[in-house]
């Protein structure tokens, strides 16, 4: 939810408890106050009333006295103080029942105690309380749409640098070169949080920096120990006259070195792709260059004795040549070195997708963890696990979507989409 | 054939000087761009073996110069730059191979043997041991003027083994050779066994003598039985 909406959300649940409460409030309030008054006017009004009464050679059993209904009653003995009290009494004009405010109190007249009963109309009341009731609840309900229209207006307008900060956080691209660049705004907190930004993305974009140079730096660096090496060892095993012992040794040596080359050439390898060093583009045939590396890589499908299935219809696709020989030939060798022997290999390219599936172990892990850089399948092979992780680095250059999946029964397809390709800006 | 290395780094020289001149060649070295200058400006070499990044200067300088000077010699570029660039612009500038580093000896060995053949030959110098008989223009193999019909990979260990005879070459090496730099092929090498066996088959088959030897499982070896 967005904060505007949820400051309005609750904003709108006190809002309407305010109101709530407010009408009830004024309502009583109102009610009291008049009623009060009221009740204040009749008691004044009683002494003038007493005086009236007392003029008069007989005490009347009721009367109208100007809008009140005055009732009078002889008793024993003066008892009850004023007392207030509403009631519903017939009204003769309108003919039906009417609240009525009535005040009741013993006085004695002229030596007779009467209880008095003075009876006041309440219609009019109410209907002040209403109107005052409402006036005042139309205007509060005005003020608070008021109110509520203005810190929506001012929210949307005081947070638009954070919008626009959060915005540029979110299409932040580490290996972009471009700077972010954050609107300045009066606030000190927005400024303090551009300001911060900043000078974040700018070291995390450093840090990259330094530690992609590291990586192109120190690759390179290891080429020339690597040849050396490799040569010497070249050289020792020319040296005929060697024990079978000093022979192992050297073939022990000799595989770590060739290790140690491959895990170096990959990671050269994606440095390049990281660099932008494969940025040309040109259409490439894909069944051509499928062809190719399949025939390239007969000699290790005939080793483990694969059953190849291949179905390839004409595909073009706008890439670097390097980069989609390099993809393939990943895919492919990835998916002849996982195979078992007296596996099945398919390739098929079809309708902008291109699908490799062989059989293999069940994979047990996660399938999304494989295409992460040094993720094996299994820990005891050979393999350095970089060859899916450059196979996903070229997609993602590209924008192809490369989906893989592995069954309990070992079949493992990588499924590759080139439609969704975008080419790079 | 008279070979120029120009190579900074000594050790790494060295050992191209020694596995090349025990094949009969004779190797000068250059450590740096000034050496290389003056040692290409004065002698004539069939092959120059250049390293890139130099002191002094690039090696594309180099060959850009021995271009002008319209040397004879094949021109292989030996760098640790293995970009794309380099590879590019180094062969349009005229160098014939591009080998990048680390690179097994053999591998060099068999690269300027074949660049050799094609520059002054025209490819049509014949490869022949003892009975073998190998036409390069035309991958035709023959043992005893009996044709062999090799499969690519087959013909192209044949050459491998051919330039680098009583040598021990490695599994790697060979898988290198076989399937080019980039394959990833550590856990699966024992793919050239294969290979190795259908060639040594068919040569037999035709009347060779079994001249692959295995080496302790640690690779192969073309020497007389």
């Known amino acids: 939810m967005k904060l505007l909406q949820r400051t309005s959300r609750y904003y709108l649940a006190f809002g309407s408890l305010a109101f709530l409460v407010t009408g009830v409030l004024l309502f009583g309030v109102l009610r009291y106050v008049i009623n009060d008054e009221m009740d204040d006017q009749v008691a004044d009004a009683s ?14 059993d009721s009367f109208y006295q100007l809008d009140a209904v005055v009732t009078t009653r002889p008793v024993a003995a003066v008892t009850m103080p004023f007392t207030f009290s509403d009631t519903l009494m017939f009204e003769p004009i309108e003919r039906e029942m009417e609240p009525y405010r ?43 749409f008021g109110f509520f229209l203005l810190t929506r207006y001012l929210s949307g307008w005081l947070w638009r ?26 606030i000190d907190e927005f400024d303090r949080l551009s300001t911060t930004l900043r000078a974040l993305t700018a070291k995390l974009r450093r840090d990259y920096l330094a530690l992609r140079q590291f990586t192109d730096n120190a690759s390179h660096e290891l080429q020339t120990p690597l040849a050396i090496m490799r040569n010497q060892v070249d050289l020792m095993l020319q040296t005929t006259d060697r024990s079978e012992e000093d022979f192992t040794r050297l073939q022990h040596l000799s595989e770590a070195l060739e290790r140690l080359k491959k895990l170096n050439q990959a990671l050269l390898l994606l440095t390049r792709i990281d660099n932008e060093q494969y940025s040309g583009t040109e259409p490439i045939e894909l069944t051509a260059l499928l062809d190719t590396k399949l025939r390239q890589l007969a000699g290790m499908l005939d080793a483990k004795s694969l059953r190849l299935e291949r179905d390839l219809h004409r595909t073009c696709v706008r890439a670097h040549p390097v980069l989609m020989d390099v993809l393939l030939n990943n895919l492919l060798s990835n998916a002849i ?17 291109l699908t490799v599936t062989n059989s293999g172990a069940p994979h047990t892990g996660q399938t999304a963890h494989l295409l992460e850089r040094f993720t094996k399948g299994r820990a005891d092979n050979q393999s350095l696990g970089l060859g899916l992780a450059i196979v996903a680095e070229v ?15 070992g079949v493992h397809t990588v499924c590759l989409n080139f439609r969704t390709h975008n080419p790079p800006s | ?61 180099i060959i850009r110069r021995l271009k002008d000077n319209n040397q004879r010699a094949g021109i292989i570029i030996v760098s640790a730059r293995d970009s794309i660039d380099d590879r ?5 500038l005229g160098s014939d191979d591009y080998l990048p580093k680390p690179f097994h000896l053999a591998e060099l060995n068999a690269r300027i043997k074949a660049l050799v053949r094609r520059n002054q030959f025209g490819g049509q110098q014949h490869i022949d041991y003892r009975e073998i008989h190998v036409q390069p223009q035309q991958h035709a193999v023959t043992v005893h003027q009996t044709t062999v019909h090799l499969t690519r990979s087959e013909y192209d260990l044949l050459i491998y083994f051919l330039a680098n005879q009583n040598r021990v070459l490695t599994k790697e090496a060979v898988a290198e050779h076989l399937s080019g730099d980039q394959a990833d092929l550590l856990d699966s090498i024992d ?28 690779g192969y070896k073309w020497a007389p039985a």
């Open chain 1, 337 to 353: 070195k996982h195979n078992v022997t007296g596996g099945n290999l398919g390739v098929f390219l079809k309708h902008d997708r």
């Open chain 1, 102 to 144: 009535t005040v009741t109190y013993d006085r004695e007249i002229n030596g007779q105690p009467y209880r008095i009963t003075v009876s006041r109309l309440t219609v009019e009341n109410e209907d002040l309380i209403e109107v005052m009731f409402f006036v005042s609840m139309a205007f509060f309900a005005l003020f608070l």
């Open chain 1, 161 to 186: 640098p954070f919008y626009a900060a959060l915005a540029q956080v979110q299409h932040f691209d580490l290996k972009s070169r471009q700077a972010l660049v954050f609107p300045p705004s009066s």
């Open chain 2, 88 to 92: 590019i612009s180094g062969l349009e």
């Open chain 2, 191 to 218: 793919f050239i066994y294969s290979h190795v066996k259908n060639l040594r088959k068919k040569l037999t088959g035709a009347g060779a003598a079994d001249y692959i030897q295995s080496v302790y499982g640690l």
């Open chain 2, 1 to 61: 054939m008279k070979i120029l290395i120009i190579e900074d780094e000594p050790t790494l020289a060295e050992s191209m000087r020694v596995y090349l001149e025990a094949e009969g060649n004779r190797c000068e070295l250059a450590a740096d761009f000034d050496e290389a200058w003056d040692k290409t400006g004065l002698y004539d070499y069939d092959c120059i073996l250049v390293d890139i990044t130099l002191p002094g200067g690039s090696g594309l300088e």
């Open chain 1, 395 to 409: 997609c993602e250059r590209y924008g192809f979507a490369l989906d893989y999946r592995a069954t309990a029964a």
């Open chain 1, 47 to 60: 002494v003038r009333l007493d005086n009236y009464l007392a003029q008069l050679p007989v005490v009347p």
